[in-house]
């Protein structure tokens, strides 16, 4: 039977909410990097990643993986002993060009503080002291 008259401002109002399902990550990624997927995605609201953008997610988890086994191999060498130099510094400049490339990735999925939050909505701390002209 069908509803007669108007619909209700209630019933205008409240729709039915439809679950958005989250990105899973695709299963040729590691076992560490279908994690640092999940911690990605779930940190976000759930309509923030598109099929269109998995592929920038992906790499980011294959980056953030990668630096973190350079940061592994760098804690094992000595910064003191002469022949880990060379080694050394090759180390830190492959970590370094992966810093860039994370931070490039993060900022074209919108994901850093910044594109977060909103300039105007951020509260700046009110001055407690009055400056020296302000007598």
């Not at 973190?68 to 970590?95: C, F, Q, T, V, W």
């Not at 990735?105 to 503080?113: A, D, E, G, K, N």
Request: charged share 25%.
């Amino acid at each position: 039977m069908k509803q007669r008259g108007r619909t209700s401002a209630i019933a205008l109002v409240t729709s039915p909410i439809e679950a958005v399902p989250r990105l899973p990550p695709p299963d040729h990624l590691s076992q560490e990097e279908a994690d640092e997927w999940l911690e990605i995605v779930n940190t976000m609201p759930a309509e923030h990643f598109a099929r269109v953008n998995a592929g920038l997610l992906e790499q980011y988890c294959h980056h953030m993986i990668a630096s973190r086994k350079l940061g592994r191999e760098i804690a094992k060498l000595s910064y003191d002993n002469p022949s880990h130099r060379e080694e050394l510094m090759r180390l830190l400049n492959k970590r370094q060009s992966e810093s860039y490339i994370i931070i490039s990735l993060l900022r074209q999925m919108r994901l850093t503080q910044q594109s977060i939050f909103r300039g105007e909505s951020v509260k700046h701390p009110t001055r407690t002291t009055k400056r020296p002209w302000e007598k």
